[in-house]
């Protein structure tokens, strides 16, 4: 009789699909949660010590580590110089390898300026939502200066890069904002991490790009756009 209230009780449990489903993602976040909160092992956000005694104390900005990224964003153009500048709107998807030069210091002392730098390979490709052509898609290289301060969950960054892509608007006669298959392509974006583990953080930022051929086409009134893009980074 001491056991019939417990097995009522499980079978109605095993019985409800809703109640199955709501617990576990009750535990899905409560494990989120606690993730994300300090313990014994995790001194807030200082990614400089271990998880566990037996984990290595490795700082993800020390020189010769290596971040890998997967993102992705949409872009609008025309913005700042708009006159005669049709719409070219996009969506884009990046890969990003950096290698960061240097270990965190502060060369002005320990204000918000210590960090380090970091060297970017990029390969992106978009798809165009509105505006003439389908596709750009190339690479570049980019230099970033990551705001690192000890124990911060939160890591922003800025960075500079140019390349160059190939695209199919160049095909639309009736445009003149591309004119050529290649053109080349800069890039500004002010940017902040946001580390969930010690090695994984999401990425939020901010882009402006500009396209154009340098005058190597007759056609070139070239692309400024301003995009948001997310991602997440991973660090080896």
């Known amino acids: 009789m001491p056991n019939l209230p417990f097995s009522l009780v499980t079978r109605c449990f095993r019985r409800s699909q809703f109640v199955r489903r709501w617990c576990s993602k009750v535990a899905f976040a409560a494990a989120l949660v606690i993730a994300a909160l300090p313990s014994s092992g995790r001194a807030g956000c200082d990614h400089s010590k271990s998880l566990t005694v037996a984990a290595v104390e490795v700082d993800p900005f020390a020189k010769g580590m290596r971040e890998f990224t997967v993102g992705g964003g949409y872009f609008w153009s025309p913005v700042i110089a708009t006159g005669g500048r049709p719409t070219l709107n996009y969506v884009q998807g990046d890969l990003a390898l950096g290698w960061m030069l240097t ?101 939020l930022a901010g882009d402006y790009e500009h396209i154009s051929n340098a005058g190597t086409a007759s056609r070139n009134l070239g692309v400024n756009a301003a995009g948001a893009t997310i991602g997440v980074s991973c660090f080896f």
Not at 120 to 144: C, D, K, M, Q, W
Not at 148 to 155: E, M, N, R, T
């Open 103 to 203: 270990s965190p210091s502060a060369p002005w002392g320990e204000t918000c300026l210590r960090g380090n730098w970091e060297l970017l390979l990029n390969a992106f490709g978009t798809g165009i939502t509105e505006g003439p052509g389908g596709y750009l898609a190339g690479g570049r290289l980019l230099v970033r200066y990551n705001f690192v301060q000890p124990s911060a969950c939160f890591v922003p960054f800025f960075q500079l890069g140019g390349g160059g892509l190939f695209n199919d608007v160049h095909r639309h006669q009736d445009q003149h904002l591309i004119g050529g298959e290649f053109e080349f392509t800069l890039v500004a974006d002010l940017g902040v991490r946001y580390f969930f583990t010690p090695r994984c953080a999401l990425v």
